[in-house]
C-alpha cells in the first residue's frame, strides 16, 4: 500500500511524494487500449460498453500504479444525448452531423439533462468501481458550458472555431441561454456520477484559450462558477472535491473569481510559480508538465520533472500531472520513467 493519497491531498494534506495520475491516462498510447480499441469500428460504440469502459480505466492502473482512476468516456456526452448527432470518424476527432447554427436550435434543446441516454456512462461508473483497486479513488468529469457550446455550434474541433466566434458575435443573448442549458445539464450529470460513486469531479474547459478576456468572464468563467455554485449548494455534492483545469486561459489564472473550486490543474503554459504564490492555503494545485516533454530524453524529463517537484515541495495539496492530456506519440516507457522520478525524488 503506498502512502500517497488524492483525496489527502484534496483535503490540503501534504505529502512527502505527491499522487500522480494523468489527464487522457487511459489512451492510444498504450498498446493494450489499441488491443481493444481494433474491436470496435466507432469509438461511440467503445464508450457504452460500461464493461469495456471499466477495463480501460484499469489499464493505465495496471500498468503504472497511479494514485487515482479516471473515468473512460468523452466530454461530449451531453450535446449527444441532447441530439446533435456526435460521431467520431476514422483519423479525425468528434463531429456532430447536427450543429447548433440557429437560435431555433438552441429553443428546442432539451431544458435537463436526458439522463436515460447517458445511462450508460453512469452504468460504467459503477463498472469501474468494481474493479479499481480499494481505497483507489475514481475521478467523474464533464466539459465545461463554455467547451460543449463551442463544440456544439462549430460542429468538431477547430484551431480556430470562426463559425462560434461568428455565432457568438451575433446571437450573444442566445449564447448565454445555450450556457444556461448546459450548466443545468452539467450539474445534473455530475450530481448523476457522483451519485454512482465518484469521489471527485472534474470539469474540462477545453476552449478557455479561444476567447478574448472580456468574452472569457462572460461565456467561459461565469457558466462555470455558476455550475460550481450548483455542485456546492447540493447536499448530495456539495462535500465533493471540484477540479478545475482551464487550457491556456487569455488572463492571469489568479484573476479569476474561483470560489468553491478545490483544485486547480494548470495549462503546461502557466506559471507554477506565480500560482504556488497566489493559492498557496486557498486551493490545491495539480499540474503541470508540458505532455511534449516525454518525447525528450532522460536528462530532459529528469530535469523537467524536478522543477516542477522542487517548486511545490511542502505545498499543502499538491498532485502532480500533465499540464494537458497525453498525447499518442508518447511511449509508455517514458511515462514510467517519470512517475520513477516522482516517487525516487
Not at 32 to 47: G, P, S
Not at 107 to 136: C, D, F, G, I, M
Amino acid at each position: 500500500m503506498n502512502n500517497r493519497s488524492l483525496i489527502a491531498a484534496l483535503n490540503f494534506e501534504p505529502q512527502a511524494t505527491p499522487p500522480i495520475w494523468l489527464m487522457r491516462q487511459a489512451g492510444r498510447y498504450l498498446p493494450e487500449y489499441q488491443q481493444v480499441r481494433k474491436n470496435f469500428t466507432n469509438f461511440l460504440d467503445m464508450i457504452k460498453r460500461p464493461e469495456i469502459c471499466a477495463e480501460l480505466a484499469l489499464q493505465p492502473i495496471n500498468r503504472f500504479d497511479l494514485d487515482a482512476s479516471i473515468l473512460f468516456s468523452d466530454i461530449l456526452t451531453i450535446p449527444s444525448a441532447m441530439g446533435l448527432g456526435l460521431e467520431f470518424g476514422e483519423g479525425h476527432g468528434p463531429i456532430f452531423s447536427n450543429p447548433i447554427s440557429s437560435i431555433k436550435d438552441i429553443e428546442n434543446l432539451p431544458k435537463s439533462v436526458p439522463h436515460e441516454e447517458l445511462r450508460y456512462v453512469y452504468e460504467a461508473v459503477v463498472a469501474t468501481k468494481k474493479v479499481l483497486p480499494n481505497q483507489l479513488p475514481l475521478i467523474g468529469f464533464c466539459g465545461s458550458p463554455w467547451t460543449l457550446a463551442a463544440y456544439s455550434i462549430e460542429g468538431k474541433g477547430s484551431k480556430d472555431f470562426i463559425k462560434t466566434k461568428d455565432f457568438l458575435k451575433k446571437n450573444s443573448a442566445a449564447v448565454s441561454t445555450l450556457l444556461e442549458i448546459l450548466t443545468q445539464a452539467c450539474y445534473e450529470y455530475l450530481k448523476e456520477q457522483i451519485k454512482c460513486g465518484v469521489q471527485a469531479v472534474q470539469i474540462f474547459d477545453s476552449w478557455a484559450d479561444i476567447l478574448s478576456v472580456e468574452d472569457f468572464e462572460e461565456f467561459s468563467l461565469k457558466p462555470t462558477n455558476q455550475l460550481i455554485t450548483l455542485l456546492r449548494e447540493d447536499v448530495t455534492t456539495s462535500a465533493t472535491p471540484i477540479i478545475l483545469f482551464e487550457k491556456a486561459p487569455p488572463r492571469e489564472i489568479s484573476t479569476n473569481d474561483l470560489k468553491g473550486v478545490t483544485c486547480l490543474s494548470l495549462h503546461w503554459t502557466q506559471d507554477l510559480i506565480k500560482a504556488n504564490s497566489a493559492f498557496k492555503g486557498s486551493h490545491v494545485l495539480q499540474g503541470n508538465l508540458n505532455p511534449a516533454i516525454l518525447k525528450s530524453d532522460e536528462e530532459e524529463i529528469e530535469k523537467a520533472v524536478n522543477a516542477i517537484l522542487e517548486e511545490m515541495s511542502g505545498y499543502p495539496g499538491f498532485i502532480f500531472n500533465l499540464g494537458h492530456g497525453i498525447t499518442p506519440d508518447i511511449e509508455p516507457n517514458k511515462v514510467q520513467l517519470m512517475i520513477d522520478l516522482i516517487r525516487n525524488n
